[in-house]
């Protein structure tokens, strides 16, 4: 089992930042990849940014220039930096972390809203 615990989201006016964590524990293999979702309202969850437990990252177009993917390997820790926000950024994000065939894990997600 793999819990994972996201935090950071919430209020930010256009142009600001935020910084998202999600935080793993559990039986976390060696070779992983985790990655930020999100879900804006009746839209379907798409992907934002992904990382590999060898330090390889993609991102969403949408995203690619504003947000920044990494780890701390010592905390169990993915963080998502993001800024020059949009209103379109706003979404619930979700951390994801998938090992080879198993299904993956999902936290509950952080709100996080970009509106003047």
């Known amino acids: 089992q793999v819990q994972l615990v996201e935090s950071g989201g919430g209020l930010v006016q256009p142009g600001g930042s935020l910084r998202l964590s999600c935080a793993a524990s559990g039986s976390i293999f060696s070779i992983y990849v985790m990655g930020w979702y999100r879900q804006a309202p009746g839209k379907q969850r798409d992907l934002v940014a992904a990382?590999?437990?060898?330090?390889?990252?993609n991102y969403a177009d949408s995203v690619k220039g504003r947000f920044t993917i990494s780890k701390d390997n010592a905390k169990n820790t993915v963080y998502l930096q993001m800024n020059s926000l949009k209103p379109e950024d706003t979404a619930v994000y979700y951390c994801n972390i998938r090992m080879g065939q198993l299904l993956p894990y999902w936290g509950q997600g952080t709100q996080v809203t970009v509106s003047s």
């Open positions: 990382i590999t437990s060898g330090g390889s990252t």
